[in-house]
């Protein structure tokens, strides 16, 4: 229990689901039998540091007991949780007499209790829970369905869970190979079978030459004078 608004640590705010956190606070037998919990049709998520947040819960289930019994009219606190927009409202509502209208801020301040007994810290230390959440408690102005006061926490939306989808992971490009050069074509030498084919095609074509010259010349005369 945190006895001064001093003491109070850091705020760590996570996704959580809020139906957890509620139902948590009837772990404790003295508060069990006297609580009734209105949930949503779907369940929420807020960003909130869940110690903290029952710590809230808590401070507003007590102070609406001892409203109840001072009023004498015995009943169930009764907490509901819907989401609005981009927030998150929880109403807490009890059975007592309500908040006068020029009480209804006095009664977040330190040490100021409209109860009979009472430290006067247990509403400052949740009204300062709920605006380090980034969220707010106040009062409504109208009276509750059960007849006492409304106290509401708001706080921010958180998206689902299930919702956050990890983004794809970039594919790396693979570089693709280097075209292959074309190399230029070495001439190649002649072997020695390509010699002697060219050494031995040569005179033969030589000799045709030469035979079919001499069968076409014309043969000498005898002119003998």
């Given at each position: 229990t945190f006895r001064t608004l001093g003491q109070l640590p850091k705020v760590e705010a996570a996704p959580i689901e809020l139906a957890e956190v509620i139902e948590e606070l009837r772990l404790d037998p003295a508060v069990a039998e006297h609580l009734r919990l209105l949930p949503p049709g779907a369940p929420i998520t807020v960003r909130a540091d869940k110690l903290l947040l029952k710590r809230v819960l808590a401070?507003?289930?007590?102070?609406?007991?001892?409203?109840?019994?001072?009023?004498?009219?015995?009943?169930?606190?009764?907490?509901?949780?819907?989401?609005?927009?981009?927030v998150v409202t929880i109403t807490v509502d009890d059975h007592g007499r309500g908040v006068a209208a020029a009480d209804r801020e006095r009664i977040f301040e330190p040490y100021v209790t409209t109860k009979a007994t009472g430290t006067g810290l247990g509403l400052a230390i949740a009204k300062k829970l709920a605006l380090e959440h980034g969220g707010d408690l106040t009062v409504a102005?109208?009276?509750?369905?059960?007849?006492?006061?409304?106290?509401?926490i708001t706080l921010p939306d958180a998206p689902?869970?299930?919702?956050?989808?990890?983004?794809?992971?970039?594919?790396?490009?693979?570089?693709?190979?280097?075209?292959?050069?074309?190399?230029?074509?070495?001439?190649?030498?002649?072997?020695?079978?390509?010699?002697?084919?060219?050494?031995?095609?040569?005179p033969a074509s030589t000799e045709a030459t030469a035979s079919t010259e001499a069968r076409g010349a014309p043969k000498p005369t005898d002119d003998g004078a």
């Open positions: 401070n507003l289930v007590e102070n609406a007991l001892h409203a109840g019994q001072e009023a004498g009219r015995a009943g169930a606190v009764e907490i509901a949780w819907r989401r609005q927009g981009k102005d109208d009276p509750a369905p059960t007849g006492g006061a409304r106290f509401i689902e869970i299930s919702d956050v989808s990890t983004p794809p992971r970039a594919s790396k490009a693979v570089p693709e190979p280097p075209l292959a050069e074309a190399r230029p074509t070495e001439p190649t030498e002649p072997t020695a079978s390509t010699a002697s084919t060219a050494s031995t095609e040569a």
